[in-house]
């Protein structure tokens, strides 16, 4: 027997007798890969739990969920458990502007970025806002430092915009820095690896688990960019119990209405221009071309650069959006509600 706390699993709530926990370990479509006691399994959603008035939210790789046994076939997984943390993107179904998770309940993530082309300061800014607000906590791991003429330079800018995140630089191919990774993987641990295709996760990935188990395609070595070998959405287990979420699609992942406040994470990663912002000549400042500006004044001094507070401005755009938007989808929901309420009273003083 399985034991699913190896898993990360708490009980929360005492399910039904008829039903056990699990954890969703690989989505493949409409049929989900999980782990419960009775080991490894494939389930499938409940319609009237996933597709009717009120559904739960669909599950993905990490979540934990209730499901029940069917002798001889998938089993039936009846409920989505809450999830203490989570990443999302716009779902690709063009039927509406709907929010997909693709990760869920992770502890540590990996914000990877590769000492070649692919360095991005402004990506290392956006996945830090993103990891906080998921309920995750963020280390930023350069990949691939045996190309690197100077990787010293790269973990200083890396440091710079990190706001209090370990940097550490690494080789999965020379296995250079591997062990600044051994206090971030502890058995029952959950790593998500988020990065662009390129960056080698699938090379981090088969170097922990000392065999080759994701495929590894080259990069163009013009932009230095690669294609996603992950096909589909998994859960491996390291040797050491440590478990890591390789996802393709992290690359669009966006600003959603997440239990973590958006606005609160990019100001948590901009504490530097946030500590300014108030100290202006005018109170009214766009920190543009005003006389008196304080950030402009730090700008022209060094301490903080346009291409940071471009990215500030663009991520705070986004985080109010959201935020706006989690708002409206709450009012619509309480309407939506109340007209439904409104309905079934009619109905009973009718009948």
């Given amino acids: 027997m399985i034991d699913l706390k190896q898993y990360g699993y708490t009980e929360t709530e005492k399910p039904p007798s008829d039903l056990l926990p699990a954890r969703i370990t690989a989505v493949h479509r409409e049929r989900?890969?999980?782990?419960s006691q009775s080991g490894t399994q494939h389930g499938k959603l409940k319609t009237s739990t996933y597709y009717g008035r009120e559904p739960h939210p669909f599950p993905t790789v990490g979540d934990f969920v209730l499901i029940k046994e069917v002798q001889g076939g998938d089993c039936q997984i009846v409920k989505t458990l809450q999830r203490r943390s989570y990443f999302s993107r716009l779902d690709p179904d063009p039927s509406g502007q709907k929010e997909q998770a693709v990760a869920a309940n992770f502890d540590t993530v990996f914000i990877m970025q590769s000492l070649n082309q692919n360095f991005n300061l402004r990506r290392i800014?956006?996945?830090l806002a993103l990891?906080?607000?998921s309920g995750g906590t963020p280390v930023i791991v350069l990949t691939k430092a045996d190309l690197a003429e100077n990787p010293e330079k790269h973990i200083e800018e890396a440091i710079t915009v990190a706001a209090g995140a370990d940097v550490v630089a690494i080789s999965a191919k020379t296995g250079e820095g591997l062990n600044q990774l051994?206090?971030?993987l502890k058995p029952g641990q959950t790593c998500v690896f988020l990065g662009s295709s390129g960056v080698g996760k699938s090379s981090?990935?088969?170097a922990l688990m000392g065999s080759d188990v994701m495929d590894v395609s080259e990069i163009r070595e013009d932009d230095a960019r690669g294609r996603h070998t992950t096909t589909?959405?998994?859960m491996v287990t390291l040797p050491n119990g440590v478990h890591i979420i390789d996802t393709p699609g992290m690359r669009e992942l966006g600003m959603w209405e997440n239990d973590v406040g958006m606005g609160d994470s990019v100001s948590s990663i901009f504490s530097d221009i946030e500590d300014l912002l108030g100290t202006c000549k005018f109170s009214?400042?766009?920190h543009e071309t005003e006389p008196g500006c304080s950030i402009l004044a730090a700008i022209e001094r060094g301490e903080i650069t346009q291409e940071r507070l471009n990215s500030y401005n663009k991520l705070k755009r986004e985080a109010l959006y959201a935020e706006n938007k989690a708002a409206a989808m709450k009012e619509k929901d309480t309407i939506r509600k109340d007209i439904d309420a409104w309905w079934r009273h009619r109905n009973k003083e009718v009948w």
Wanted: proline share 5%; glycine share 0%; aromatic share 18%.
């Fill in 204 to 206: 981090l990935l088969n």
């Fill in 182 to 184: 051994i206090p971030y």
């Fill in 232 to 234: 589909h959405r998994q």
């Fill in 284 to 286: 009214d400042c766009r």
């Fill in 125 to 127: 800014e956006r996945y």
């Fill in 32 to 35: 989900y890969e999980l782990i």
């Fill in 131 to 133: 990891t906080w607000q």
